[in-house]
């Protein structure tokens, strides 16, 4: 493609990921499946601008509203080339008018825009500084009130691409098996510092091409994830419930623990989920697993299977404010839907439903991919306090190693900290039952 055709592309994918409620990646996944001509390069260009204005929609924003302008894609695109790509409003002129392009040509008022933002930078000494670094109103005092003086960091580590993190499945290969793998295909890869089955890459690469991410042994999970599931500390043998599975990553990874033995149990509320749960189950060679659709997170099933289970996870339906940097739209879009307060009620009910399967003597683990402390230790100490049957297992008594990320007796983890996604996780335990 040429840069022409590559940055309307992207204005193209803008428009419809803007115009979409479902998350970006499975846009994006659509969007490509209905073009496959075009090259793998080319792909990697365009979702790397793709994800850049993303990041930047905040300030792209405020520019549009200090000219009078509606905040429409094509508008942010606009400001866009004139702000962060540095193009002259005859460049961006000359970019809307080619014969064979598929956009409109630009008309006199967005011309006017792009002139006078020529010269102009993408940042202002008047931007507010919530503006500056792309946090959302209603998000700002929890963050601000939970990271201080660290605010400022912790908010510009967000803005920052993701690192790949790869999960190694134990069932198929070794972790130095995968390392050589990689080096085959002139990678640079190394071993995660403290997830035992994590590798980190460097360097852009189609790894959905990747011949050990199609047979299933290797995932693409954070690292800050995979030492969620390594919190569950399931042994060969156990019962365990991974009470919001989603899509199965920790299943996966807390069925390679179990070493194939023992049974997992993966639930969730959407049909959907748990059928690509269901698909990467196979893939991965894991026969110690089956799934079960929940109604809500009360259904029968809990009831008729309580004090039954070894391990119970709850990765916590959240905000996500922790996924910022690999997820950028969210931030302006997945709590606002239905409310964050509402979605504190339901993260407080569904650990006091999934708590009702742990037996004496078992663990229950909390988890989200919040840095809000809302959702993470105020629900902890409100499940505490109405479930005196439990307690706290402090961080260190579980897994030394990762002692140095607890924030008191919980893991947490941020991306300006840890380089991880943000994570937080509490283990409980409830108590055996006397004699």
Request: aromatic share 6%; net charge positive; hydrophobic share 40%.
């Amino acid at each position: 493609m040429t840069p022409t055709a590559r940055l309307l592309a992207t204005l193209d994918l803008f428009c419809a990921v803007d115009g979409d409620k479902r998350p970006v990646d499975a846009v994006t996944s659509g969007w490509f499946r209905n073009r496959r001509d075009i090259p793998d390069q080319d792909r990697g260009d365009i979702l790397e601008r793709l994800y850049a204005l993303l990041r930047h929609r905040a300030r792209l924003t405020w520019w549009l509203d200090k000219h009078g302008r509606d905040h429409s894609p094509r508008h942010q695109f606009l400001a866009w080339l004139a702000l962060m790509e540095r193009k002259s409003p005859e460049d961006v002129s000359r970019l809307f008018s080619g014969p064979k392009n598929a956009a409109t040509a630009l008309t006199k008022p967005e011309y006017n825009l792009v002139l006078r933002l020529k010269g102009c930078t993408i940042e202002h000494p008047d931007m507010p500084e919530a503006v500056r670094l792309e946090c959302p109103s209603w998000a700002e005092q929890s963050l601000r009130a939970r990271f201080g003086g660290a605010f400022a960091a912790e908010m510009a580590a967000t803005l920052t691409p993701p690192p790949v993190d790869l999960r190694v499945n134990p069932v198929k290969a070794t972790r130095q098996d995968i390392l050589q793998a990689l080096s085959d295909l002139k990678l640079q890869a190394e071993a995660s510092p403290l997830a035992p089955y994590g590798i980190r890459v460097s360097g852009r690469f189609n790894y959905a091409r990747f011949p050990a991410l199609k047979s299933g042994a290797v995932e693409i999970q954070d690292e800050g994830s995979q030492l969620v599931a390594l919190l569950v500390d399931a042994q060969p043998g156990d019962r365990v419930v991974d009470f919001c599975a989603g899509a199965g990553g920790k299943t996966l990874a807390i069925a390679a623990q179990m070493n194939n033995k023992g049974r997992i149990i993966a639930c969730d509320v959407s049909e959907g989920r748990l059928k690509r749960c269901s698909e990467r189950l196979r893939n991965a060679g894991m026969h110690n697993t089956e799934t079960r659709l929940l109604a809500s997170e009360t259904d029968k099933w809990v009831k008729r299977h309580k004090l039954g289970f070894d391990r119970v996870l709850v990765d916590a339906p959240c905000s996500g404010t922790g996924t910022w940097r690999r997820n950028p739209d969210t931030r302006w879009r997945a709590p606002e839907e239905n409310g964050l307060e509402n979605l504190i009620a339901l993260q407080g009910r569904i650990l006091a439903s999934a708590a009702r399967l742990v037996k004496p003597g078992g663990r229950l683990v909390y988890a989200t991919c919040s840095m809000l402390t809302e959702e993470n230790e105020d629900q902890v100490t409100a499940f505490l306090a109405a479930n005196p049957a439990f307690r706290l297992v402090p961080l260190g008594d579980v897994t030394p190693d990762l002692a140095a990320k607890a924030q008191g007796d919980t893991l947490s983890l941020t991306p300006a900290r840890h380089d991880t996604d943000g994570f937080f996780a509490a283990v409980l335990q409830r108590e055996a039952t006397p004699e």
